[in-house]
């Protein structure tokens, strides 16, 4: 194998091999920019290295001649006493991991050579030394793995106030003496005066950086494979430590906040390398090495105009400028807030460098979901009191409630609240739609505050365990004896997960209220606007929404939905429907279950209505009811509390008898779904007829009604007859198809298709039932340790998992179809909305996703970026 390569040799497209640093550089060097000579020792012999803990034969030799031909190019030998070449060795790998690895400079001096650097700079001696103490400072930290601020002291005590600069030649001499000691002092040998083993050793130290914890770490936050190691850079040393007419400095060639175009840097005269962002003095903004150096100014605004023309998008880059000549070290494509990447992106149409269809791609799902969260203004004074886990992004101010009841009434005055719960159940539903915001000081992001949270676009912070709740005395108390009682004001950051006292101002987001119908207002909402537009245009997914309210339904359609994919109907058996259900399950003979059917008919063919209405003539897939009865019913505990104490009546006793018969040891897998509908005679059949006689009032309506956790093609039949005949009866037709949540249904999906006109797949459930965990229980219990221990790189239940789950949509998708080359196909769990998931989608050709209201845009989006 081939493992050096001159930066003559390289292109762009080499990342993988030679790191982004090294791909770049190469780049620049092609175009003609002045990149100081170099090469690049590949990722590949990295990996060997770290594999194997020897480098791969042959390396030594090719390093060597490409030193040869660096050293015949330049003129010096690396280290020659009286004429000294020096290079740094730079790590750099595929994906750019700021700060986490590590870097030495000026390899090649010692106590002659650094003689000879002074006479090569004219006598200049201060420079010279002051090039030599930063050797051993760096390669005494990062090489040899000396506490770095040993050399810090040693520099500070030496300044005494002073800055870095009024440091004369005398006093740096002295400073690599005593610099020298402490290398001797702490690792018992002297600091190693051969050049070449100087870098032999800069080289391995490189290497053995990719596995520093903060390295790991930092891989494991952004998902960043373990295993792509690191390339090795070795470029030709430039110096902006010459005086006052050298200098560094970082330039962007637009702003990455705003995507404004313009000159935005910083620059610091008579510097090296990290110094500038170090912040060992104050740098200067860009715009003034006009003032100090117009030539290296002008080409450098030129060459910033050329990467941005050739990459064709932001680029930020390193520079130096030795005595009045300009130097390139380093270029990227660089990262941005979400804002700017909307911005950028259709500026770069604008100016014809990309179509609209790149730049769709240069934008993401995740970065519109920012934008969509209003968020606390950075500059106002806060007291933060506690952090618990960011489960929906956002930013919220309200008075703290302790219960749903109390938050819907204060709520109902004109109050904004924030529900602090220990954790939330699905009684709380009521508080979390009337709270601005949900504080828990259980739970991790699965938990049902978190899940339901981000479904309804609501601020969340769960798992703030320094919180002490007490629902009872309707307060909390947070580290350092605060204690907030119910009415007091207190603020929640769902992006952060840090919960402060008082208010914290609010801005709200100007991208949420466009997709309300506002005009778009500014710059950054009409590139969301363009984008948007292009999206739609492209995407071949159709999108839909969650919704089970009226209200939810008008504002998915707001949003871009076209139907609903998922209509919930068992919140419509909640809040005073409760009186219903229970007469329901107590009743003891036909009659008496017929009348309490008789009773919710209407009701449920009002709440059809109104959705029908919302949705128009788009198509509103209803599900009939899922959830076991006994979630309907009161608690085992508090009834049986009841019954025991006085006063219980009757019916209390027959409830109680009631719950204690349907309590099921794993209910997610008990009497649900289908099995509900063919176990309770007339409860599916109600409501079917609710559903066909509400379509019946509203002109245009569109029904499909989805029977769920179906696991085997008989029961859909027995299900389907009695449906058919009720829409019969009515008059009305409705597609009638099932959702595919069960492992059995995917694999049987062939036999279940001659009875469903559609699928959806409901990948919550059939996420939990191929893995075998209960999605209510595993997150907290061990999803962080399968995490760090790569068993996947993020939660199953929010990115689909292709090799499992995913195989199974497939097989279904594939053998549905065979059957049924029209059947209409779509997906309704929580992946609906997640970026990865929805391109899975469309490379298994689904008809639709769909997911909650406030995902729209974002599934919208990610659909388009699929179908390019
Ligand atoms: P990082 O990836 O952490 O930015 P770099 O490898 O880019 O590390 O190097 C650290 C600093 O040293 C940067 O400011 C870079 O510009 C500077 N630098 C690297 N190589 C040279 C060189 N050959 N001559 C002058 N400065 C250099
Ligand atoms: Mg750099
Ligand atoms: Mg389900």
Redesign the pocket.
């Given at each position: 194998a081939k493992y050096v390569y001159d930066f003559t040799e390289g292109n762009r497209n080499l990342k993988d091999l030679l790191g982004g640093?090294g791909a770049n550089l190469a780049e620049m060097t092609n175009l003609g920019l002045p990149v100081?000579p170099g090469f690049t020792i590949t990722t590949e012999a990295c990996r060997h290295y770290l594999a194997q803990g020897t480098v791969p034969d042959g390396l030594e030799d090719e390093v060597a001649a490409h030193l040869e031909a660096l050293e015949a190019g330049m003129g010096r030998k690396l280290g020659q006493a009286d004429d000294p070449l020096l290079?740094?060795v730079?790590?750099?790998a595929k994906f750019s991991m700021?700060?986490m690895m590590e870097?030495v400079?000026n390899i090649g001096l010692n106590d002659e050579s650094v003689r000879g650097l002074a006479k090569q700079a004219g006598g200049n001696d201060r420079f010279a030394w002051d090039s030599y103490r930063r050797l051993i400072q760096m390669f005494g930290k990062t090489v040899l793995g000396i506490d770095g601020e040993l050399f810090e002291h040693a520099l500070d005590a030496l300044k005494d106030g002073r800055q870095d600069t009024d440091l004369d030649a005398g006093e740096l001499q002295g400073l690599v003496e005593t610099y020298k000691g402490i290398v001797r002092e702490q690792t018992g040998r002297d600091f190693p005066s051969d050049p070449r083993e100087q870098m032999r050793l800069a080289v391995m130290a490189v290497f053995d950086s990719w596995n520093a914890p903060r390295a790991i770490l930092y891989r494991r936050q952004e998902r960043i494979p373990a295993d792509l190691g690191t390339a090795v850079n070795v470029?030709?040393?430039?110096?902006?430590n010459c005086g006052p007419d050298s200098g560094?400095g970082v330039a962007f060639t637009r702003d990455p906040g705003s995507g404004q175009q313009g000159v935005y840097g910083d620059y610091l005269q008579n510097a090296?390398?990290?110094d500038?962002v170090a912040g060992i003095r104050n740098t200067m903004p860009l715009q003034e090495l006009e003032r100090i150096d117009g030539r290296s100014y002008a080409e450098l605004l030129q060459i910033m105009e050329t990467l941005e023309n050739h990459y064709r998008d932001l680029c930020d880059i390193?520079f130096?400028i030795e005595r009045g000549k300009l130097w390139m070290?380093?270029t990227r494509v660089g990262k941005r807030t979400p804002g700017a990447a909307f911005r950028i992106a259709t500026q770069l149409v604008d100016q014809g460098l990309i179509t609209m269809d790149e730049a769709v791609t240069r934008v993401t799902g995740g970065q519109l979901a920012q934008l969509m969260f209003p968020r606390f203004d950075g500059g106002a004074r806060k007291k933060k009191i506690a952090k618990g886990m960011n489960a929906s992004p956002g930013a919220a101010v309200g008075k703290a409630v302790f219960s749903s009841e109390r938050a819907v009434e204060l709520a109902g005055q004109g109050e904004d609240v924030i529900l602090v719960r220990r954790e939330t159940n699905p009684d709380d539903l009521s508080g979390m739609i009337a709270a601005r915001g949900i504080l828990t000081s259980r739970g991790g992001k699965t938990s049902h505050a978190a899940v339901v949270a981000r479904g309804m676009g609501k601020t969340c912070v769960c798992g703030a365990e320094e919180l002490e709740v007490s629902t009872s005395e309707r307060r909390f108390t947070a580290p350092d004896g605060v204690v907030v009682s119910e009415g007091d004001v207190i603020s929640i950051d769902g992006t952060t997960g840090e919960v402060y006292l008082g208010e914290v101002p609010v801005v709200a987001s100007a991208v949420v209220e466009y997709f309300e119908g506002a005009e778009p207002s500014d710059g950054l909402v009409t590139a969301v606007d363009r984008i948007m537009r292009h999206a739609d245009e492209v995407r071949r997914l159709k999108v839909r929404a969650n919704a089970d309210t009226p209200e939810d339904a008008a504002r998915a359609r707001r949003f871009g939905a076209q139907g609903i994919g998922l209509c919930r109907t068992e919140h419509m058996f909640l809040g005073e429907r409760r009186q219903l259900v229970e007469d329901l399950v107590l009743a003891s003979t036909d009659e008496e279950r017929q009348a309490a059917l008789d009773a919710l008919e209407p009701l449920q063919k009002s709440d059809f209505i109104g959705i029908f209405q919302a949705m128009g003539d788009n198509p509103v897939t209803i599900r009939l009811i899922d959830p076991p009865l006994h979630e309907f019913l009161p608690d085992l505990v508090e009834l049986s509390v009841k019954v025991a104490t006085e006063g219980a009546s009757d019916k209390d006793r027959r409830l109680l008898a009631a719950v204690k018969r349907l309590h099921e040891q794993n209910p997610m897998l008990g009497l649900r779904g289908v099995r509900l509908g063919l176990v309770i005679p007339g409860l599916f059949a109600m409501q079917v007829r609710a559903i066909a006689q509400a379509a019946k009032e509203v002109p245009g309506a569109r029904p499909e009604i989805m029977i769920p956790l179906v696991a085997a093609v008989q029961e859909l039949e027995a299900v389907r007859e009695e449906a058919v005949k009720i829409l019969e009866e009515v008059g009305v037709a409705a597609l009638i198809g099932t959702m595919i949540e069960v492992p059995r249904a995917a694999l049987t999906a062939g036999q279940i298709a001659e009875a469903a006109e559609f699928f959806s797949f409901g990948t919550n459930d059939l996420t939990q039932m191929t893995w075998g965990f209960s999605r209510d229980d595993v997150e907290a219990a061990f999803f962080s340790r399968y995490l760090d221990l790569g068993i996947f790189g993020v939660s199953p239940f929010e990115t689909l998992d292709r090799e499992g789950v995913g195989r199974l949509v497939r097989i279904a998708a594939e053998e549905g179809r065979a059957v049924r080359p029209d059947l209409h196909l779509g997906i309704c769990g929580e992946h609906g909305g997640d970026p990865d998931s929805v391109h899975f989608c469309h490379e298994v050709g689904l008809d639709y996703v769909s997911c909650s209201p406030f995902r729209i845009p974002v599934a919208r989006l990610e659909a388009g970026r699929a179908a390019l």
């Open positions: 640093k100081p290079v740094s730079r790590s750099g700021p700060g870097t400079l470029v030709a040393m430039v110096f902006g560094t090296q390398g990290e500038v390193e130096t070290l380093q």
